[in-house]
């Protein structure tokens, strides 16, 4: 199947903002929906029958379109711009990953999603020396036209994006894009807005919290061809971006310290892992033109092709329905086993899952697993 | 071919130290004369007649047996000790790299040789967290069995040898070891001779060069099962302790650092090339666990079975010498290749070699590659 992406129509784009707002409809939902119905209208009309044959009692009912039309215009009046996925404006890098997000909010220059992206991130509370070299890097990878990506937070980023402001610099935001955090880098964030670009999957208005930094990480490392971490504890957000980066299929990158730093562990626990030792900007070069830049993760876009099936299975898919549920248990197991268990079709195998899904009855796993509900 | 140590005879000690000091004989060479004669004394008394035959005018003469004799006195008058290679008192571990030292001088305790070593060497111009992490470590691996080995170096060295006084350290002295260096190392020298073990492959008397550090490297990473690098310039000579160690086919461990750091240079750039990074003491044992401390290159040792051939080929073998001779060049070739070209035997091509060498005609290369002196 080859992907297809084109140029959405407005109508089209407000109802996948709208089904990417549905109550248990995440990132991989959202994709196998668009996989089975030909638009988002199609899948919005689907969703209460699909929930209900999944077992759920209350109806799943879509956010208001109104709401949504509200939250358009003060996205068009910030001067803000929508990007669904499936749009030709989407970038692909981040189409390819397996939770990519459904919609992105941006403000400001909106052509650097399509440019080569490469992140560095790093403590929040970094050394004076690592701020300094965090500069340099953005700086000098900024000049080797590489658009440089990071997540706006004290210390490291905040370095990071002040040394790529005049090459080209993409804030990625855990609140909404109109909620700058942490408020000391406000000036920054208008600088950004005006130079680069702010980016965010969150609804407008949305203050960031904790809960929502690794989700935003995954777009950090999703838009780059890879990922520079400098100065990180072992539990740092930084550490799970880089993971995010291995796990996408992207290049890591680590500048090492020394082990009385607390600050170089993380790095240099990465470096054990396999992270390319990074000293220099030419360390980053040199691997990246080995590898050509390129975006090795699979792609796994939505496809618009072929056409969806006009009637999906209703009452006499009951015995599937059954041959699936009694595969499924409290541990997470792969959906391809599954599919293989169970002897039933994968595209049917993927149907009673999103049931199941809508319904609340399961939860989706990493790796592509899926598992009751506790 | 098994590899058979024995107690030799003072006599056959005296000769060996004879032989070693021998103009033209290095490592390589006495290692092969002592493979082709049953003893050092007929290895000695085919000299001349060997050395005539590649083409030498004037006859190569050992240095006299009284000489020696003098310098052994001396050394019994210090309360050291001769080892020599084919010895059971020679380290295994040391006898089995490619340029093993013919025989060690030693003052102190000798049964440090037989423990499991590990090295640790650094800058002389070492940090003050520098110094106090090598002492940590040395502490740390002595506790742990380990007899820590340095080159008594200011800096990373000193700090070494002074962790483990307490568990057992050896120095190696680029000098004779009646000559430590540097001269305020002399209160250092002095307890390592009373706890631990100062051994060297130099003759007595002899101060320290500049050319003779490399040489003694080979000996500190020979000794032991692995070498950890700590803050080293990317020309330090701990950076050749570390590629003579790799070569050796023992483990490199290094400790990274700030790329802002010079001292971080030797050991990033070690861990780029595949050495361990190294943040504590259990990064260093895990891998040796792992390993089981092997000794894992393969044993070279002087082979004394089976006898050594009573006759060498003499005037009829210049037709084998001359098929040798052709496929010499200056640019160094393996010995394998020789052997391979020429269709010779493999004895006859290293007799033809050894003559070629104490005549001063080739040179040996790294990679058991030889040239014509240029």
């Excluded at 089904?19 to 988002?40: K, W």
């Excluded at 408020?183 to 702010?198: F, T």
């Amino acid at each position: 199947m080859t992907s297809i992406t084109t140029s959405l129509s407005e109508q089209e784009k407000l109802n996948r903002l709208r089904l990417s707002r549905t109550e248990r409809v995440g990132p991989v939902t959202f994709r196998d929906l668009l996989n089975i119905y030909a638009d988002a209208e199609t899948a919005l009309e689907a969703l209460p029958g699909l929930s209900r044959r999944g077992g759920r009692k209350k109806p799943l009912v879509p956010p208001p379109r109104e709401a949504l039309q509200q939250e358009l215009d003060r996205l068009a009046e910030l001067g803000g711009e929508l990007i669904v996925i499936g749009d030709e404006k989407y970038p692909k890098p981040l189409a390819a990953i397996d939770s990519a997000p459904p919609i992105l909010m941006t403000l400001g220059w909106t052509e650097l999603l399509h440019s080569r992206c490469f992140g560095i991130v790093g403590a929040r509370n970094a050394s004076a020396a690592g701020m300094k070299l965090a500069g340099e890097f953005a700086r000098g990878l900024g000049a080797q036209d590489l658009t440089i990506v990071s997540g706006m937070a004290r210390g490291i980023d905040t370095a990071v994006h002040r040394g790529a402001l005049e090459t080209g610099t993409i804030a990625v935001l855990a609140g909404g894009i109109d909620e700058p955090y942490p408020s000391e880098n406000i000036p920054l964030y208008e600088e950004i807005v005006e130079k680069g670009l702010v980016v965010s999957e969150m609804p407008l208005g949305i203050q960031p919290q904790a809960r929502h930094f690794p989700r935003r990480n995954r777009i950090i490392s999703g838009l780059s061809c890879g990922v520079l971490v400098m100065e990180a504890t072992l539990r740092s957000g930084s550490l799970i971006t880089a993971r995010q980066a291995a796990e996408q299929g992207r290049e890591v990158f680590a500048v090492p310290g020394h082990p009385l730093d607390p600050r170089a562990r993380g790095p240099n626990s990465l470096i054990r892992d396999g992270a390319q030792l990074t000293e220099s900007i030419d360390d980053v070069l040199d691997i990246l033109i080995q590898q050509n830049l390129p975006l090795r993760s699979s792609q796994r876009e939505i496809h618009l092709q072929p056409p969806p099936p006009a009637d999906l299975p209703h009452a006499s898919f009951d015995s599937t329905r059954l041959a699936i549920r009694e595969k499924l248990s409290h541990t997470a197991v792969p959906i391809d086993d599954l599919i293989r268990l169970s002897g039933v079709d994968a595209a049917d195998v993927q149907t009673v899952l999103l049931e199941l899904e809508l319904a609340g009855e399961i939860v989706r796993h990493p790796g592509n697993r899926v598992a009751f509900v506790k």
